[in-house]
């Protein structure tokens, strides 16, 4: 069974950092495409970041490039993403997704297999 689950989500101020993983079980990341997706209060979910197999090849959505890092742990079959000099506008449900046919960005594509649960990112002073 594919099964995604983020943690690391919480409170923090703006222009702080926090890194939220995304742990795999019944698949391996390697061989995976990751994407990182977000939902704030009212709005659709966006893609926020994705990461191709078998190498190291990422994107970034333009809100986020330059900030976010997104990376990937072999060894403990997860996916990180890094988020340095957040804002309030960073607020929302991350989730991340996995599929085997690409980086899509649209959140409603039945290529992504499966999905996180989600965790929730507050930016708040």
């Known amino acids: 069974q594919l099964q995604l689950v983020e943690s690391g989500g919480g409170l923090v101020q703006p222009g702080g950092s926090l890194r939220i993983s995304c742990a795999a079980s019944?698949?391996?990341?390697?061989?995976?495409?990751i994407g990182w997706f977000r939902q704030g209060p009212g709005k659709e979910r966006e893609g926020v970041s994705c990461i191709r197999p078998g190498g190291s090849t990422v994107t970034y959505a333009d809100s986020v490039k330059g900030r976010f890092t997104i990376s990937r742990d072999s060894d403990n079959n997860a996916v990180y993403l890094g988020m340095n000099s957040v804002q309030p506008e960073d607020t929302a449900a991350y989730y991340c997704?996995?599929?085997?046919?690409?980086?899509?960005?649209?959140?409603?594509?039945?290529?992504?297999?499966?999905w996180g649960q989600g965790i929730q990112v507050t930016v708040s002073s």
């Open positions: 997704a996995a599929s085997t046919s690409g980086c899509i960005n649209s959140a409603t594509s039945s290529r992504w297999r499966t």
């Open positions: 019944g698949l391996n990341v390697d061989h995976y495409f």
